[in-house]
Every structure is written in structure tokens, then in C-alpha cells.
């Protein structure tokens, strides 16, 4: 009965790889896309022995296919022309995401195409799943 909430992470929306979010600030604010990747703060070199352990698992910033890009000018550098194959493929003007602080982005219901705040729910089973705050749709990427 008495289940104890998991801590204070209610403030950052939880974001997994594959959710559709959208940017709320920013140069890219109002765009979309799909999470490529979420970075966590995996800590420092320094492993001070769970001093921050709490925190270690928090979505920190997350990277969005398409999504806040940095032109990347690469060149092709004079002193490695041994390697000129690899070079010439990354010779050019490449588009680079750049992560994206989570406060910055809210999640987007697959169903309801809204933007939501995830909100959870504890199946029959008891596995607790993230679900849509407005249509209760369930966010797991299950595709
Ligand atoms: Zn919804």
C-alpha cells in the first residue's frame, strides 16, 4: 500500500529513446522529432563513491533526429593524407545534432498528438508504465 515515491523526479519529464518530443525553446522551438539518444549523467572521471548516485540515472539532455543541427565544416586535414578515404567522406558540410537540455523539450502523445506530461500508471502486473496525461495512452515505445 504504502509505496514510496521515487524521490524528486517529477520536475524533469521522463524521455526515452524513440519518444517524439517537440522543442519549446530555442532556435528550434515548435520542431519535432524522435529521440536518438539520451544522455545521462554518467558523472565525471572522478567516482566519488555514490555521492551523487541519486542523480546518476537522470535524463540530463537528449539528442533529437533533425532537430537543433550545427553546421559542421570539416576539412580534410593536410597532415593525414594517409588516410584519405575516411577524410573524404567526412570532408564537406555536415549536419550535427547537438543535445538539447531536457527542460527544454515535452514529450508528444503518439495518440493524441498533444503535448503531454508523462504521467504513470501501475499495470494489473505492477509494472508501472509512462502514459499520456491527457488520453492516458501508454508512452512505451512498443514498436
Ligand atoms: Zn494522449
Redesign the pocket.
Known amino acids: 500500500m504504502a509505496q514510496a515515491k521515487g524521490a524528486s523526479a517529477n520536475k524533469v519529464p521522463e524521455i526515452r529513446t524513440g519518444d517524439t518530443v517537440v522543442v519549446l525553446h530555442g532556435k528550434d522551438a515548435g520542431k519535432r522529432g524522435k529521440v536518438e539518444k539520451v544522455l545521462r549523467n554518467l558523472g565525471s572521471k572522478h567516482k566519488a563513491a555514490g555521492a551523487w548516485r541519486g542523480a546518476s540515472s537522470r535524463p540530463l539532455a537528449i539528442l533529437i533526429s533533425g532537430v537543433n543541427l550545427a553546421k559542421r565544416h570539416q576539412k580534410a586535414r593536410p597532415h593525414m593524407s594517409q588516410n584519405t578515404q575516411s577524410m573524404a567522406q567526412q570532408s564537406g558540410i555536415i549536419d550535427k545534432p547537438m543535445p538539447i537540455d531536457v527542460s527544454n523539450v515535452m514529450i508528444v502523445?503518439p495518440?493524441?498528438?498533444?503535448i503531454?506530461r508523462v504521467k504513470h500508471e501501475r499495470l494489473g502486473s505492477g509494472q508501472s508504465v509512462r502514459v499520456?496525461?491527457?488520453?492516458?495512452?501508454q508512452l512505451e515505445a512498443s514498436a
Request: aromatic share 0%.
Open positions: 502523445c495518440r493524441c498528438d498533444r503531454t499520456c496525461g491527457h488520453c492516458r495512452e
